[in-house]
Structures are given as structure tokens and as C-alpha cells.
């Protein structure tokens, strides 16, 4: 589980919303994963991939559009960022999570929690500090 810290703040409040729903969106993986009590769980991961699909399609947009109207020089980089997530995530092969749906959550959880930590800590921290000086 991972769990949402004022440290995660970019100071940018429409984004760090859409950031703290990320985590809220990968927090429904973890509680799947903790959950013994579906044994079929192909469904419920499904949607859940394809709820983060589209959540981050629509953040990603809003974040670029900010970076855009801010005139952030670090845009490309980021928007670059941003696609690779989305066709990772694409890529998923649905077939491949009934050999273990619990493994498979645990790496997508795993792909999830780390690339959002790092890209915020990294990357999008400084957006907000950009944008703090731009002020």
C-alpha cells in the first residue's frame, strides 16, 4: 500500500489531486491482492487497468497542458515520460494474468508504485518549482 505524504506535494494543487487519485487508483490493486476472497480475480484486475489507463491518460493531458502554459523547458522530456507509461500499461498481455493473477498483481503494483514515485519525486517536483519561480 502506498500512502499519500505532504512530501509527494508539487505545490500545484489540480496536480498533486490527480496524483494523490494515482495512488488511490493503486491502492485498489494492493487491497485486490490482500483479498483472499475471490479466487478468480481476472475481472476486477481488468478493470482496474484499464480505470488506471485512462485516469492517467486524462492527468497526463492535464499535466502537459499546465507544463505547456507555464512554458515549462522540460516539457518533451516529460511528455516522452508520460507515453512510455501509457504504452507499458498497453502492452499488458490479459492473457498472461490467469498464469498467476497474484504475481501479476504484485508486478504491476511493483511497475505502478515505483515509476509514480519516481516521476513525481523526479520530475514533476520540478514543475512545481518551476512554476513557484515563474510566479
Known sequence: MLTWKDEYAIGVPLIDEQ????FAIGNRLYDLLENYIFDDKYDKIVAIL????EYARYHFKSEEEYMLQI???RYFSQKVEHDDFISKIEQV??????EDQDKYIRDLLN???DWILDHIIKKDKAIGSYS???K
Open 50 to 53: 484499464e480505470e488506471l489507463k
Open 111 to 113: 511497475f505502478v508504485f
Open 93 to 98: 498481455e490479459l492473457q498472461n494474468i490467469d
Open 71 to 73: 512554458k515549462y523547458p
Open 132 to 134: 513557484s519561480k515563474e
Open 19 to 22: 496524483h494523490q487519485r494515482l
